[in-house]
């Protein structure tokens, strides 16, 4: 299995307060994202990164900043989260461009009441 | 842009088969496929590149239509263990981002 790891794995916050979320990987990949995915809406790309301080945004990026200060950390952060942003987060990693098969992380489950 | 899946889902019979079909409104340059079972991570299934190379599942095919932006899955004598969710992912040329559809629910009875 290929070395990605998120953490949390769960966590239930309050409106309003910050939330940061990790995603860590050991393979050295280029290529990082976060998705959020609902019930009728599949995987939506909040952010990306295609290097160390490189990062672009995605389908869903209001509300959501991100940093890469290091090749194995992508760290996702809610500035102020709000209840429409309770969800299952996933963290992927790729290594060449398009040509080599995503892995994701195990998700976390954030609820915000 | 999301790519567009259809159907959004299906019923299959154990031996039967099934095509998930996966459309981009823009020029692509790699489509994933990935699957997905309830309450787990999305699984690799397979790559189609541009220029007509693929890796991926020894059982499981899948096409690439460039000009027509448009892949299909091919998902033949159906296994229990095929049920999950279908997830197409397309790359475009010129930017990284990795953007995926809103996924196929396959369900295969005994």
């Known amino acids: 299995d290929a070395g990605i790891t998120q953490s949390p794995r769960h966590k239930v916050t309050e409106t309003g307060t910050p939330v940061t979320l990790r995603c860590h990987q050991t393979?050295?990949?280029?290529?990082m994202y976060w998705y959020r995915q609902d019930p009728g809406h599949g995987l939506r790309l909040i952010h990306y990164s295609y290097g160390v301080k490189d990062t672009d945004k995605g389908e869903v990026s209001d509300g959501y900043s991100v940093s890469r200060s290091k090749t194995e950390d992508f760290l996702l952060t809610l500035e102020s989260a709000t209840s429409s942003q309770t969800s299952v987060y996933f963290c992927?990693?790729?290594?060449?461009?398009?040509?080599?098969?995503?892995?994701f992380g195990q998700g976390t489950r954030l609820t915000v009441v | 842009q999301q790519p567009v899946q259809s159907p959004q889902a299906v019923i299959l019979r154990e031996g039967e088969d099934a095509v998930i079909n996966c459309s981009s409104s823009k020029a692509l340059y790699s489509v994933h496929w990935y699957r997905q079972k309830h309450g787990e991570a999305p699984v690799f299934l397979m790559i189609?590149?541009?220029?007509?190379e693929q890796k991926g599942h020894e059982k499981i095919s899948a096409s690439f239509n460039e000009k027509k932006q448009q892949s299909s899955l091919y998902l033949t004598a159906s296994q229990l263990s095929y049920s999950g969710t279908y997830f197409c992912?397309?790359?475009?040329?010129?930017?990284?981002?990795?953007?995926f559809g809103k996924g196929t629910l396959l369900t295969v009875n005994p």
């Open positions: 992927a990693i790729t290594g060449d461009r398009g040509n080599t098969e995503a892995f």
């Open positions: 189609l590149l541009k220029g007509g």
């Open positions: 992912g397309t790359l475009g040329g010129s930017n990284y981002k990795l953007t």
């Open positions: 393979e050295n990949h280029r290529y």
